[in-house]
């Protein structure tokens, strides 16, 4: 008996864990790193706040594991998009503009991925899961300098300077200040203007053509 009711309470508390995980989730892709404090979120999952201390060890940490997890996806997707059909180039183009729509979809939580001020905790992992990147682009130069689609030679260096690119090119119209001028009905960069600009950008850094529609 003692077995079954120790089980059970470890389900419990797993089941628990993921609703805080979920609700965490939900609070940084609504409004940032920046909405996620363990008052709301303990009133999110129906307990109180020093429960939460229970599942995880603190709001860093649990800042963190919410990084990773939607870091992840977007690692998933883009590693999906590079191993499609098609020549490298235009695998690059296509996962390119997945990813920028894929950010334009979720602007606030792409902006807290790529530039929220955080805790330290959340530091590392983006320095984990830019290297994440990086090994994805690395393993797609290194295909297409083979079949001279690409011509690189600092194949190492040119995927960290593309992961870069992506950024830079992402933040400033994911920004809040963007957001708000382009609700505002101020003239803005339209997702189709950025995923163009991106994939033009790359292409021509990797010295290959832009493929045809």
Known sequence: MAYRTTALRIDRDQSLR????SAALA???EGGFAALTMQNLAEDVGIATGSLYRHVRSKGDLAAEVFALASQREVDALAASFSADGN???RLASGLERFAARAWDSRQLAFALIAEPVDPQVDEQRLFFREAYAELFIELL???TAQGVFRVQQINLVAACLVGAIAEVLVGPLSPPARAAREAGSPAPSLADVSQALVSF???AVGAKEPQS
């Open 142 to 144: 290194h295909e297409g």
């Open 88 to 90: 490298p180039a235009q």
């Open 27 to 29: 609070r940084v892709t």
């Open 202 to 204: 790359c292409l021509r």
């Open 18 to 21: 993921e609703q805080i995980i």
